[in-house]
């Protein structure tokens, strides 16, 4: 008993002699990588067919040898293009052009940086979505059709539905001085654009102006809201008459809320939730490039999908005036007021 217990030490001795021996000679050593960070540009919006050339900047080999790129677009590119540049010196250009297809949606850009010497990649990523305006575009669900009522003014199709005598627009203006969403030139005609109240007062198309309050008071009124209704107050049960059961490429954009219920589009407005801007200061000198409108270069904006907001004719003080907002949770169309020139509602005119 004693040997035997002695051999099973002395054998357990040597399995973990073994084991440390084993573990020295592992090759601890750690894969270098490139130097850098790699980034590329890319646009948030993109209309269908748009061919856009994107340029990797950042990555360097640390020993200046040459570098290759991966570019792959998804969903829709099942391998990688590959694009080599001969040393970090080089002019060639290492630039990828991909041509987006009519398909609406989001497509993620990777790409990837590496070497042939062994050293670890470096990787970057950017999201594009693909928008399209018009009655078929990405919004959907606002019941417009066609052949129906509209004005064309300067080739542009206005469409409107008459309420108590007087014609309201069944979009967001998109014409004029105003900022896109996130100051994408492709988003104009798809969420129209956003206006400070010094440009809304003179946005809207020849024959056509921005209502009072007291409009948008008897526009309700004729929804249903109480006759006693006054201006420059919350409208109550009214905004699901307003609101339309509408979706930006298939993503619902009034989400349901028990206060609130299912979107009618009574009113036939079809009015969505596009949110609001903090404008800023407009620039000194305004540039453009193919991707941003810069005329506020630090504008940003807020409240998509929870918000719908419109400027009245109605000034509140020397610098505020009077806005009409929907907000998701409630059954009010509600009324604010804001900085005439620094921030940025929607535009629905009248005639």
Known sequence: ?????????????????????????EDTTVTPSLNGSLKFSAPEFVVPGTALKM????????DGGDLG??????????????????GQGSQQDSSFTYTFPDSLGTYTIYCSAFAESGYSSLSGSNYVTVV?????????GRQILPNDPHETIDGIDYYYHEIGGLKWMRHNLETGAGEPFRRARAMENVFGKFYSYEQAVSACPSGWRLPTDAEWTELCKALG?????????NIPGIAAKLMANVSFNSYTMWTYWREVGDPTNESRLAMIPVGYANLGEKASSPEAD???????????????YEYATFWTADDASADEAYYRYLYQKSSELKIGKADKKYFGASVRCVK
Not at 70 to 86: L, Q
Not at 295 to 300: K, M, Q, V
């Open 1 to 25: 008993m004693k040997f035997n217990l002695l051999k099973s030490f002395t054998l357990t001795a040597l399995i973990v002699a073994a084991a440390a021996s084993c573990k020295k000679k």
């Open 69 to 86: 790129y991966y570019w792959k677009v998804s969903p829709v590119m099942e391998k990688s293009d590959t694009v080599k540049t001969p």
């Open 55 to 62: 340029t990797p900047k950042g990555a360097k080999h640390p």
């Open 225 to 233: 809201a109480d006759a006693q209704t006054e201006a420059h107050s």
């Open 290 to 304: 193919t991707h941003l409108d810069l005329l506020y270069p630090e504008a940003s904006f807020k409240g998509l």
């Open 132 to 140: 399209k305006g018009g009655l078929e575009g990405s919004v959907k």
